[in-house]
């Protein structure tokens, strides 16, 4: 097995040098091909180490147990059947997601907008996002998940469809379709696969069985996004990818349309109540509260990051480096994947969840506080951002499961909004004072935040 792991990884290698060559790529980009190949191996190597640890763990249940019940096996099989069907509709969600983030820039510089022009539609997105987040959550949970997810299908396609038009305030109205996409997209998907999950009467493991596969999956459909968003701008331009997002959220209508069935947070309660009750519930129980806030401020780093890390990469290299961000892109996208395949470890040494958050919560301050020191050092800084990522593949699994087990089912929905607004308002604060701050700056930010983060989980654990 040494041996073959070793030829393995040495061919994989090669095929990245070999390909970098090809392409007539200059040694500091052959370095980032290498990057991408080391990090494959040790997701490959984790995956394959993770799988061969539960395999022994559960041949060991099974010899301490008499049998396997026909009722066991037959919630087996409803399980692995109602897994595929929600993951395989999430990917293609998230695919169209991933699909258009790396060329908005792109399309608007080709309409011939200034970058303070391209500003002001991110922030509309995040304002609507902020506005209409507050409720659609609770609409959704009294009218129906399904309903919204098709919904959500339609508005986000729409935003992305619009685009076609070079018209400044139909540009703004599709940010501001995206702003609501956004916030049904990170709840009522979710929301409508927690309940039916606990209709079904799986279990907490399966629960986190689904949440791990659901980041390593999107870390995979992220990579084949890039590339495919790259093909759609060689055939059709920069709007390219956004047609193909179009397309893929018209798909997953569809299969939203006959597999999924509808289920409810409380059909028979007004929106009022439903919003009001979810506003009580973060008052009066405190862990959801410091739930809510925790996510809030890791989630508001993660969209700083995205602002950030490649300006940060262009000061420390030298000006005559062309420096190759979708490789960078994909490394990030396979650090998540070892995130996720850590959360199944860890899981299956029996770290709680709560343990499992305190360490990415440290690491993820730990990859903010040391760029401040080396703000100028390309290498470092490239592996302070692959531990964050690493960090973000193990806060989805294990924060989806920390939701799981505190959220209440009837406004689930809800109260995943209401998470987004403060959120919004750390990510808008530091967006609109972005281009006076200094990379260092906000690294130190980020930090402070990140350990206030940990401070937050540990009252958290005490209540």
């Known amino acids: 097995v040494f041996f073959f792991f070793f030829f393995f990884s040495s061919s994989i290698l ?10 007539d790529i200059d040694f500091e980009s052959v370095e980032h091909y290498l990057y991408f190949g080391i990090l494959i191996i040790i997701v490959v190597l984790f995956k394959l180490f993770v799988g061969k640890k539960k395999s022994k763990n559960d041949s060991g249940d099974n010899k301490n147990s008499s049998f396997s019940t026909e009722k066991d096996e037959q919630l087996k099989k409803d399980f692995s059947k109602f897994k595929y069907k929600y993951l395989t509709i999430y990917y293609i969600v998230m695919g169209a997601d991933w699909l258009q983030g790396p060329y908005f820039y792109n399309l608007y510089h080709s309409y011939g907008y200034e970058k303070h022009e391209i500003a002001v539609f991110f ?33 986000y396609g729409f935003a992305c469809f619009i685009k076609i038009y070079n018209i400044k305030y139909i540009l703004i109205t599709s940010h501001i379709f995206s702003g609501v996409g956004t916030s049904l997209l990170h709840s009522v998907y979710e929301a409508w696969m927690m309940r039916e999950h606990q209709k ?56 939203i349309l006959f597999l999924w069935e509808e289920n409810y947070g409380n059909s028979k309660i007004d929106v009022s109540s439903t919003f009001s009750n979810a506003f009580d519930t973060l008052k009066k ?26 300006p940060s990469l262009s000061e420390a290299y030298s000006i005559d480096v062309e420096i190759p961000f979708g490789v960078i892109f994909s490394c990030f996208m396979v650090s998540i994947m070892i995130g ?38 390309p290498y470092i800084l490239l592996i302070c951002f692959f531990l964050f990522e690493i960090c973000c593949g193990l806060y989805f699994s294990t924060f989806m499961s920390i939701r799981g087990r505190l959220v ?26 972005i281009s006076s701050l200094s990379s260092t700056t906000i690294f130190i930010i980020c930090t402070s935040v990140s350990v206030l983060n940990v401070l937050l989980l ?5 209540k």
């Not at 862990?287 to 995205?306: D, R, S």
């Not at 540990?458 to 005490?462: A, G, I, V």
């Open 14 to 23: 090669l095929l990245f040098i070999k390909i970098a060559l090809f392409m």
């Open 285 to 310: 129980d405190v862990k959801i509260f410091y739930l809510g806030i925790i996510q809030a401020i890791f989630e508001g780093t993660m969209y700083i990051f995205v602002f950030l890390w490649s």
């Open 200 to 255: 079904k009467n799986f279990t907490n493991e399966q629960m986190e069985n689904i949440s791990m596969n659901a980041v390593y999956g999107n870390g995979i459909v992220a990579i084949f996004s890039g590339f495919l968003a790259t093909y759609l701008v060689n055939m059709f331009g920069p709007i390219g990818p956004f047609y193909g997002a179009g397309i893929l959220l018209c798909l997953s209508n569809i299969s």
């Open 458 to 462: 540990h009252q958290l654990t005490k």
């Open 408 to 433: 209440p089912e009837n406004i689930r929905a809800s109260i995943s909004n209401f998470f987004r607004v403060p959120l919004n308002l750390f990510v808008l604060t530091v967006l609109l004072t």
């Open 340 to 377: 996720s395949t850590l959360f199944n470890y860890f899981r299956s040494n029996n770290y709680s969840l709560y343990k499992i958050s305190f360490i990415l919560l440290s690491l993820s301050v730990l990859s903010f506080c040391v760029p401040i020191f080396f703000i100028h050092n």
């Open 123 to 155: 922030l509309t997105g995040f304002m609507s996002s902020m506005i209409f987040g507050t409720f659609v959550g609770t609409i959704a949970d009294k009218y129906g998940r399904k309903r919204f997810s098709i919904l959500c299908g339609f508005i």
